[in-house]
């Protein structure tokens, strides 16, 4: 994809303060530039990857989506979404506040107005019901918890978007039915492979179809505990 030079500085600025504070907090095991480069930032780029974007489309998102990152860590895959399309609104949580704290100087250095964060439990966000074109996830959890996270917070006629390893066919069968009660329906698999690497990376599109029942997500730590089967 195409950078301009404010995006490709925000993606050098943000290497070198990823790898800057990771010194000091555990924000990421990878810190080599082309390995960060390619496994954080192509990968979360690859849901605004042409082809994805496409689909996205296709199911109704708009050009300038309101995005939710939800155990966004390090800012994978929100801030890299967030610099490839300024006109998203992006917003991230995470439940590590020293995390948010991280991000929330990384977005001020990089001037970048289209970020909001916070620090709390996806289960725990819940005046954010229903209301993002967007949700997305990387790393966080089992497909069956992570939709108890991820569904609640898109809007009927969004996509919550799960970046997940290329061998997840097992993940996804077994998610099917918490999926279904959370009012999501598997709409596509996008599989790639990541640039120079060729690793098989996998993203799962779900459209949320219903509204998701008011009893979920369950209280804190309760979907992790006791996945949805
Ligand atoms: N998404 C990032 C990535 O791909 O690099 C971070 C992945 S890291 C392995 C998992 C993150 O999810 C951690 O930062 C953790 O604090 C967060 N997390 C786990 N459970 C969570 C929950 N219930 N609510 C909010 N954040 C959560």
């Not at 082809?51 to 050009?63: C, D, T």
């Not at 809007?155 to 009012?183: C, P, Q």
Request: with cysteine.
């Amino acid at each position: 994809m195409p950078l301009t030079d404010r995006q490709a500085s925000a993606f050098l600025r943000y290497y070198e303060m990823l790898v800057e504070t990771n010194r000091v907090m555990n924000l990421t095991a990878i810190t080599e530039f082309e390995e960060v480069a390619v496994k954080h930032f192509a990968d979360s780029s690859m849901l605004f990857s042409p082809k994805i974007r496409e689909k996205l489309s296709a199911l109704g998102i708009p050009e300038e989506p309101s995005v939710i990152d939800v155990g966004t860590g390090a800012g994978f895959p929100g801030l890299p979404l967030a610099i490839l399309c300024p006109g998203a609104k992006v917003y991230l949580l995470d439940a590590l506040r020293k995390r948010i704290d991280f991000l929330r100087d990384v977005v001020s250095t990089l001037d970048l107005s289209n970020v909001r964060m916070e620090h709390g439990r996806a289960e725990e966000g819940m005046k954010l019901r229903e209301s993002f074109d967007l949700t997305v996830s990387r790393a966080v959890s089992d497909l069956s918890v992570l939709s108890e996270y991820c569904l609640p917070y898109t809007r009927v006629g969004g996509v919550f978007a799960a970046y997940k390893s290329a061998d997840s066919d097992e993940e996804l069968d077994r998610a099917g039915n918490a999926i279904r009660i959370l009012g999501g329906e598997v709409g596509e698999v996008c599989d790639f492979t990541l640039p120079a690497s060729g690793e098989p990376r996998r993203i799962i599109l779900i459209r949320k179809v219903r509204e998701t029942p008011g009893k979920y997500p369950r209280k804190a730590g309760k979907p992790a505990k006791s996945p949805l089967k």
